[in-house]
């Protein structure tokens, strides 16, 4: 069983930044693929970011240019950083972690961008 948690959500302005983290348990963390979805009100989950082992990144088009993932296998965590903040990125954001044979979510981070 691998334990996922999020952390770093709140609310800020529109063209703010937040780092989002991830942290997730297992001895073997730099072998999983960590991804970072989010869900608005009314909307279906969308994937945002993942980044693979050999810390290879994609992005959704909405959020490449100002959203950054990365990992930091010492510390069995991955980061979101998000820039030039919008409204519409408004959502509850998930980090998912596959290890290859499993899926694991954690319960989940607001984040609310707002004048």
């Known amino acids: 069983q691998v334990q996922v948690v999020e952390s770093g959500g709140g609310l800020v302005q529109p063209g703010g930044s937040l780092r989002l983290s991830c942290a997730a348990s297992?001895?073997?963390?730099?072998?999983?693929?960590m991804g970072w979805y989010r869900q608005a009100p009314g909307k279906q989950r969308e994937a945002v970011a993942r980044?693979?082992?050999?810390?290879?990144?994609i992005y959704t088009d909405s959020v490449k240019g100002r959203f950054t993932i990365s990992r930091d296998n010492a510390k069995n965590t991955v980061y979101l950083q998000m820039n030039s903040l919008k409204p519409e990125d408004t959502a509850v954001y998930y980090c998912n972690a596959l290890t290859g044979i499993y899926t694991y979510w954690g319960q989940g981070t607001q984040v609310t961008v707002s004048s």
């Open positions: 980044i693979n082992s050999g810390k290879i990144t």
């Open positions: 297992g001895s073997t963390f730099s072998s999983y693929s």
